[in-house]
T-cell receptor, first 115, second 116 residues
Framework: EAGVAQSPRYKIIEKRQSVAFWCNPI?????LYWYQQILGQGPKLLIQ????????DSQLPKDRFSAERLKGVDSTLKIQPAKLEDSAVYLC?????????????FGPGTRLTVT | AQTVTQSQPEMSVQEAETVTLSCTYD???????LFWYKQPPSRQMILVIR??????QNATENRFSVNFQKAAKSFSLKISDSQLGDTAMYFC?????????????FGTGTRLKVLA
């Protein structure tokens, strides 16, 4: 089966510009996660969707970050305007359901550099 | 709030040798899951092994095994017969299924290099 797809793989922007990342989860996976992985740190959850509803966005900087998951499949994460500290790898993950075995499947990530 | 600590930023091991990566966590919950994920260079993160807190038996997956010490809140990963392909970042993660979100709390990772 196809894995979690993300695009673009790399993006370089200047501060105050906007950027969008796209994620296509594994077919049939109801739960979708966006993580931010800053260099030297572990991934931090930004937002979690169950189908097309938000389950947890407590760590999403809502003044500049937004995310949507239309029709409960693909998802887009947007940053507007970007700051230098947003430089990180943005990981998308999906899971079959919120139940055992709780395994999350990760995409390759988008490496964002803000200059 | 739960926290996960990986105190070894980098480790190296000779091919075919055994290495142990450390992880400690802090929680007041009794029901939880612990995971080790592997992130090879420029590749996606994949699950290595999973441990349910209610199971006393340590999980094993081929060359990978864990030493789960619930009272000490310790969850170490042992890699036996290390191979060059084991070179990667290894993340320990905690998840409480009773939280309603099932989100992972990750440690900061250990960079493992297997030497030929």
């Amino acid at each position: 089966e196809a894995g979690v797809a993300q695009s673009p793989r790399y993006k370089i922007i200047e501060k105050r510009q906007s950027v969008a990342f796209w994620c296509n989860p594994i077919s049939g996976h109801a739960t979708l996660y966006w993580y931010q992985q800053i260099l030297g740190q572990g991934p931090k959850l930004l937002i979690q969707f169950q189908n097309n509803g938000v389950v947890d966005d407590s760590q999403l900087p809502k003044d500049r970050f937004s995310a949507e998951r239309l029709k409960g499949v693909d998802s887009t994460l947007k940053i507007q305007p970007a700051k230098l500290e947003d430089s990180a790898v943005y990981l998308c993950a999906s899971s079959l359901q919120t139940g055992v075995p709780y395994e999350q499947y990760f995409g390759p990530g988008t490496r964002l550099t803000v200059t | 709030a739960q926290t996960v600590t990986q105190s070894q930023p980098e480790m190296s091991v000779q091919e075919a040798e055994t290495v142990t990566l450390s992880c400690t966590y802090d929680t007041s919950e009794n029901n939880y899951y612990l995971f080790w994920y592997k992130q090879p260079p420029s590749r996606q993160m994949i699950l290595v092994i999973r441990q349910e807190a209610y199971k006393q038996q340590n999980a094993t997956e081929n060359r990978f095994s864990v030493n789960f010490q619930k009272a000490a809140k310790s969850f170490s990963l042992k890699i036996s017969d290390s191979q060059l392909g084991d070179t990667a970042m290894y993340f320990c993660a905690f998840m409480n299924p009773d939280s309603g979100t099932y989100k992972y709390i990750f440690g900061t990772g250990t960079r493992l290099k297997v030497l030929a």
